[in-house]
């Protein structure tokens, strides 16, 4: 059941309590700052305010957050080079095959994609990662369990590149947004990357887990500061309510999310429509 069936089912023909409305909108997973400045904002408008106005501004509130259109991937870079996405995010959100539906769904439009297995502190993300390049055949570029992630993603730039490829997509390491070291270790990825082209990566994303609430709008806060982050992609939305970190992230830290993974299947990853998100999975 959705966000807004949930209050218009929980007030219909009784006055608006307030307190429970909060309360819905934070199990909605907006969380409490920007759930506070809706009811104030709802509070304040003239009129009616029964189950279904209220539904209503939610609504239009939370879509004048996230905007009405899709952002579109660049299709190139201006100085001609590849375009470089940098995915990071915590252990357990699906960032590996994040990644693999991302280069499955660019190719399937016909872009030409090269891989970077660039999470070198878990053996099996370098073979899970391998499999999938197999799978979509897609290049890929890897090295040995602990190896340097950050010539990884130098040595798949020159690959890139020397392919005239379309995109360059690199999988980093699962971590703990607290360890400061490993965030730091992100930051000379992106040093690194920048080598070979000073405005790469253009695209520096994180994967946040749609289920796991104001974690997903805490992760997101702390990558921010070490990747200045410019997208942000939701796994294991499915309708149930859920979801509202992606509304959350957006409205504090002004990142926007790019695609949402719904299933486990290479096909079920997809631009993020904020129309669509707000219609039939809020």
Same mark, same amino acid.
């Given at each position: 059941?959705?966000?807004?069936?949930?209050? @218009?089912?929980?007030?219909?023909?009784?006055?608006?309590?307030?307190?429970?409305?909060?309360?819905?909108?934070?199990? $909605?997973?907006? $969380?409490?700052?920007?759930?506070?400045?809706?009811?104030?904002?709802?509070?304040?408008?003239?009129?009616?305010?029964?189950?279904?106005?209220?539904?209503?501004?939610?609504?239009?509130?939370?879509?004048?957050?996230?905007?009405?259109?899709?952002?579109?991937?660049?299709?190139?870079?201006?100085?001609?080079?590849?375009?470089?996405?940098?995915?990071?995010?915590?252990?357990?959100?699906?960032?590996?095959?994040?990644?693999?539906?991302?280069?499955?769904?660019?190719?399937?439009?016909?872009?030409?994609? %090269?891989?970077?297995?660039?999470?070198?502190?878990?053996?099996?993300?370098?073979?899970?990662?391998?499999?999938?390049?197999?799978?979509?055949?897609?290049?890929?570029?890897?090295?040995? #369990?602990?190896?340097?992630?950050?010539?990884?993603?130098?040595?798949?730039?020159?690959?890139? @590149?020397?392919?005239?490829?379309? #995109?360059?997509?690199?999988? +980093?390491?699962?971590?703990?947004?607290?360890?400061?070291?490993?965030?730091?270790?992100?930051?000379?990825?992106?040093?690194?990357?920048?080598?070979?082209?000073?405005?790469?990566?253009?695209?520096?994303? @994180? %994967? %946040?887990?749609?289920?796991?609430?104001?974690?997903?709008?805490?992760?997101?806060?702390?990558?921010?500061?070490?990747?200045?982050?410019?997208?942000?992609?939701?796994?294991?939305?499915?309708?149930? $309510?859920?979801?509202?970190?992606?509304?959350?992230?957006?409205?504090?830290?002004?990142?926007? +999310?790019? #695609?949402?993974?719904? $299933?486990?299947?290479?096909?079920?990853?997809?631009?993020?429509?904020?129309?669509?998100?707000?219609?039939?999975?809020?």
């Amino acid at each position: 059941m959705g966000l807004f069936k949930s209050i @218009i089912d929980r007030f219909r023909g009784e006055d608006v309590d307030w307190d429970e409305l909060e309360e819905t909108l934070v199990t $909605g997973d907006l $969380g409490i700052r920007l759930t506070t400045e809706l009811v104030d904002r709802i509070q304040a408008r003239k009129g009616k305010l029964d189950a279904e106005s209220v539904a209503s501004a939610c609504r239009e509130e939370i879509t004048s957050i996230l905007g009405e259109a899709p952002l579109a991937l660049p299709e190139s870079n201006d100085t001609g080079l590849p375009v470089v996405i940098l995915v990071a995010g915590v252990n357990g959100v699906g960032k590996t095959t994040s990644v693999a539906k991302l280069a499955a769904y660019l190719k399937n439009e016909g872009k030409s994609v %090269v891989l970077a297995a660039a999470d070198t502190f878990r053996a099996a993300a370098i073979e899970q990662l391998t499999i999938w390049a197999e799978r979509i055949d897609v290049p890929i570029v890897t090295t040995q #369990y602990q190896g340097d992630p950050s010539a990884v993603c130098f040595d798949a730039h020159q690959k890139a @590149i020397a392919m005239g490829a379309d #995109y360059l997509i690199c999988d +980093t390491a699962g971590r703990l947004h607290t360890r400061n070291n490993l965030m730091e270790e992100l930051k000379k990825i992106r040093r690194t990357i920048a080598k070979q082209d000073s405005s790469a990566p253009q695209h520096r994303w @994180i %994967v %946040v887990d749609g289920t796991t609430g104001s974690n997903a709008l805490n992760q997101a806060r702390e990558f921010q500061s070490a990747l200045d982050l410019n997208g942000v992609i939701v796994t294991k939305l499915d309708g149930s $309510g859920k979801g509202g970190s992606v509304v959350a992230i957006q409205h504090e830290l002004g990142i926007p +999310t790019r #695609y949402i993974g719904t $299933g486990e299947s290479l096909d079920d990853l997809k631009p993020f429509d904020p129309n669509d998100f707000v219609e039939t999975l809020l």
